[in-house]
């Protein structure tokens, strides 16, 4: 089974700090999601990325295919960034992927 | 405006009770998938869908059904709800397994008494 790993659980930081949400997983994979989730629920993807790195506004995601392991960084955080961030990743069977898999978040807050 | 749909907002229902939460998609897309979200548990899928009339089961389909006799449409069912599926649902679509973009419905807030 995939197993996806995010840290931290939890980040408290100040309103301007660079922020870095890690998400590392156990098997060979060929593409990953970024999501984002505000308290009011809704689910948002931010990135899919198979490679290399990508840039939307003020984050960034990267990927290392061969170590297994992705990143998100916010620069210039503002408060509006305080949500839960998610990674997924595929879910493989036998015959290929079937569905996605996901990191259990990183809650994210940030303090005017 | 692309989008997923899904409904209702929010239901609370009792044991046994048989409910439908439906989800529609306007963007043609193929894949199609429910997923529960539980506190400490994250995501998790239920039901996933190829396309139509093929669908299979995800991590944790007990208790559930689904259909997918339309491309837009992949309603879940719950014959006889029980209280352990008290949960806050999504249903999703993406033009592949792996495809971009993923779309998220706004969710379903369920509550079995």
């Known amino acids: 089974k995939n197993e996806v790993e995010q840290s931290p659980q939890n980040l408290t930081a100040q309103e301007g700090e660079f922020i870095t949400i890690n998400c590392s997983y156990s098997v060979g994979i060929s593409a990953l999601h970024w999501l984002q989730q505000h308290p009011g629920g809704g689910i948002v993807s931010l990135f899919m990325l198979s490679s290399g790195k990508k840039k939307h506004g003020r984050l960034i995601a990267t990927i290392n295919i061969q170590e297994k392991h992705s990143s998100l960084h916010i620069t210039a955080s503002h408060p509006r960034d305080s949500a839960v961030y998610i990674c997924a990743i595929p879910l493989y069977s036998g015959g290929g992927a079937d569905g996605l898999t996901f990191g259990k978040g990183t809650h994210l807050i940030i303090q005017p | 405006e692309a989008q997923v749909t899904q409904n209702p907002r929010y239901l609370i229902t009792v044991t046994g009770k048989k409910l439908t939460v439906t989800c529609s998609q306007n963007m043609n897309h193929e894949y199609m998938s429910w997923y529960r979200q539980d506190p400490g548990l994250g995501l998790r899928q239920i039901y996933y869908s190829m396309n139509v009339e093929v669908t299979d089961k995800g991590d944790v389909p007990e208790g559930y059904k689904v259909s997918r006799k339309e491309k837009r449409n992949f309603p879940l069912i719950l014959e006889s709800p029980s209280p352990n599926q008290t949960s806050l649902y999504f249903c999703?679509?993406?033009?592949?397994?792996?495809?971009?973009?993923?779309?998220f419905g706004n969710g379903t807030r369920l509550t079995v008494t």
């Open positions: 999703a679509s993406s033009p592949s397994v792996l495809g971009s973009p993923l779309h």
